[in-house]
């Protein structure tokens, strides 16, 4: 009876509109007062021992490192140099658009961002070569999401803390899985530019590629910097945004030159507020997660699941399509926070690697990104496009469906996940 209380009370809340942070913490409230003789206010108190957490620290700075790169000219010379390699194919400018998302979801970590900085360069230039709207608007909003599978990711770093992870493992274990569903959708590109009769061009020579990587080089170095720092034991997941928020602002101030001084509080203020609001989200689902753990229920579940002889095949069929729905009306932060607590535990107990799990659980939110009612990327293509939310649902469904034969694979191949991280030894 508790936990369809909390779970009732929580959904509920949403449903009526209420923020996903208030309802997480105002059902765990209420449920622990009819159901527990818990102390309210020490129960509150985990919110705020749950966000003194040094880790957390990264998520503030990689946004603020995103902000002022998406503010400035590295999208359109990360664009350039995408086009220069590849924009000869059949299908060139799509599958320069996905190359160019891809490298700046690298650089910043949030697809939204990356929607914003790459779609409105990209968008018009398509449609300017002959491509449909839909199909050039399509392209653009999936390839986005994989703003929160490739490093640094704002969310792999919720989940880390959450579940207790390594944030350099976890981000290791995203580059993989990010290429591989960025190939896909330019293979996707390239076979539906053919099928519109679009033919190859002539490559740029060598001389004009480099000329193209040259301008994009301090934008191309920060990637060098974050991975390469992590993984050679330079800096740790935390200190390397900090390192990427001071490497941005010297990039778009004194190397690129195209934020002024007075721009600064603006970018400072908006990561903040962003920032907040992921902050605000944590706060309550770590009063959520205390509780579930408080009154045992994730082992009542792990218990129920090994009881009726679940195999790990048949709970990852559960897991994705649990997933999938939660991430369609939720921002992916709140839906890691909520379902860790419960999901780990039993994923623990059938022999599933939590870094594993991380993955499915972030590729899942990279579609939940591009499909209604809430898909955040839906509403972000929408309104630099000008098209309607269902002209942008309806060109984006072939892609999220690309999306989806590659989440089925990772899910079923773990190889794909924890191949790279366990063979550099994280």
Known sequence: MMILTLMGLLFGLMLIGVPVSVSLGASTIITAIL????????????????????????IPMFI?????????????????????????????????????????????????????AIGSVMYGAIKEAGYPAKYAIGTIATSGSLGILIPPSVVFIVYGVTADQSI??????????????????????????????????????????????????????????????IYGGIFTPTEAG??????????????????????????????????????????????????LTDQTIPHQITQMILDANVGPITFLIIVNIMLLIMGQFMEPSSVVMITTPLLLPIAIALGIDPVHLGVIMIVNMEIGMVTPPVGLNLFVASA???????????????WAITIFIGLILITYIPGISLWLPNMLGF
């Open 64 to 116: 603020l490192a995103g902000s002022f790169l998406s503010k400035g000219s590295a999208a359109q010379r990360i664009v350039n140099f995408a086009k220069s390699l590849v924009g000869h194919l059949p299908g060139g400018l799509p599958i320069s658009a996905i190359f160019a998302c891809t490298v700046f979801a690298a650089v910043s970590g949030s697809s939204p961002a990356t929607v914003v």
């Open 168 to 229: 350099g493992k976890l981000f290791i274990a995203g580059i993989i899985p990010g290429i591989m569903l960025s190939f896909m959708l330019m293979a996707f590109a390239f076979f539906g530019a053919k099928k519109l009769g679009f033919k190859g061009t002539k490559p740029l020579s060598f001389k004009e590629r480099f000329k193209a990587f040259k301008d994009a080089f301090w934008a191309l170095l920060i990637i060098v910097i974050v991975i390469g720092g």
């Open 35 to 58: 159901f527990t003789d818990l102390d309210v206010m020490g129960l509150t108190m985990h919110a705020f021992d749950g966000l003194n957490t040094y880790t957390l620290m990264a």
């Open 242 to 291: 900090a390192v990427c928020a001071v490497y941005a602002f010297v990039v778009s101030f004194f190397i690129y030159k195209d934020i002024k001084l007075k721009d600064v509080y603006k970018v400072v203020l908006d990561s903040a507020m962003t920032t907040s609001m992921i902050f605000f989200i944590i706060a309550n689902a770590m009063i959520f997660a205390h509780f």
């Open 384 to 398: 630099i496009t000008g098209l309607s939310l269902k002209d942008v649902v309806v060109a984006s469904l072939p």
